[in-house]
């Protein structure tokens, strides 16, 4: 019987890094891009418009301002873009624009921050704010829930930790169920 306790604590295990593997990045809102206002600014078919979260571009009138917005028009113009929205905050000082990290389709298992790919491009500098990101743990690809579906990420992180805690559960059950067997 120490051998199915084993077993199902492996297995509890397992469970908990595929579930941690899917929760490392929360996508809060899918749209599409409908227009980009600058290096660091779009709207969405929603209505909302969208600041990306710890960076920033060239202003109309600054060097740098036309390659920027080139770039990203490049990277998210009529695109899915799949957006973990700041959780402290939401909008920035203006209250007028969502904070976030977008990230868009790069192949059918991952996803392409572009947050950090206009900063590693030169496009963009860091502009830290207090918000929940951390620009410095930013990867430029991610992988997407299920190892290739949709991020639409049911998973984040409440349902990770909810999941761990289930099969903890289940598996203190089997466990205490085998032992009373063996009496």
């Not at 920035?92 to 590693?120: E, P």
Request: proline share 3%.
């Amino acid at each position: 019987m120490r051998g199915r306790a084993l077993l199902i604590m492996v297995l509890t295990l397992a469970l908990f890094v595929q579930v941690s593997a899917v929760a490392a990045f929360e996508f809060d809102l899918t749209s599409r891009v409908t227009w980009v206002v600058d290096g660091d600014t779009f709207d969405i078919e929603t209505g909302d418009r969208i600041r990306l979260a710890d960076i920033n571009t060239p202003e109309v009138n600054e060097a740098g301002y036309g390659a920027a917005k080139a770039h990203l028009i490049s990277r998210i113009y009529n695109k899915t873009v799949y957006l973990d929205i700041d959780d402290q905050y939401r909008y920035d000082t203006t209250g007028t624009r969502i904070v976030c990290v977008a990230y868009v389709d790069f192949n059918s298992t991952h996803c392409f921050n572009v947050n950090k790919d206009l900063l590693d491009g030169g496009y963009a500098a860091l502009y830290p704010h207090q918000n929940e990101f951390e620009p410095s743990d930013w990867t430029l690809y991610v992988q997407k829930a299920g190892g290739g579906q949709a991020p639409d990420a049911p998973w984040n992180g409440a349902a990770a930790y909810l999941a761990l805690i289930a099969a903890i559960a289940v598996a203190v059950l089997l466990i205490a169920a085998s032992k009373n067997k063996q009496r």
